[in-house]
C-alpha cells in the first residue's frame, strides 16, 4: 500500500484541533483580593449536651435575629453573643 503524500501534515492539524477548544474560554479577570471579615481569634471547640427545652430556646431566637437580619444566625452564635454579654 502506497503512503499519503501529506501524513505527517495531517498529523499535525489533527493534534492542533484536539488541543483546541470548541468553544472559546473567556478570560477571567484577576480577583480582587478580599479584605478579612475580622481579626482571626483563637478558639477552642467545646461540645455542649442541651435540655431540649433550653435550646429550643436559643434555636427561636436564632431563627428570630435571622429574619431580622436576612443573614444565618445559629444557634451557637447565640449561645456566644449571651456569653459575651453582647445581646
Known amino acids: 500500500m502506497k503512503k499519503a503524500k501529506d501524513?505527517?501534515?495531517l498529523a499535525g492539524r489533527l493534534a492542533e484541533a484536539a488541543a483546541t477548544p470548541l468553544i472559546p474560554?473567556?478570560?477571567?479577570?484577576?480577583?480582587?483580593e478580599r479584605p478579612s471579615r475580622a481579626k482571626k481569634v483563637?478558639?477552642?471547640s467545646v461540645f455542649l449536651?442541651?435540655?431540649g427545652e433550653l435550646h429550643s430556646r436559643l434555636e427561636n431566637?436564632?431563627?428570630?435575629?435571622?429574619?431580622?437580619t436576612g443573614k444565618g444566625?445559629?444557634?451557637?452564635?447565640?449561645?456566644?453573643?449571651?456569653?459575651a454579654g453582647r445581646e
Open 73 to 83: 444566625v445559629t444557634v451557637q452564635q447565640v449561645i456566644v453573643d449571651k456569653l
Open 7 to 9: 501524513v505527517d501534515d
Open 49 to 51: 449536651r442541651l435540655p
Open 61 to 68: 431566637e436564632a431563627v428570630a435575629r435571622t429574619k431580622a
Open 42 to 44: 483563637s478558639s477552642v
Open 25 to 32: 474560554q473567556p478570560e477571567q479577570p484577576e480577583q480582587p
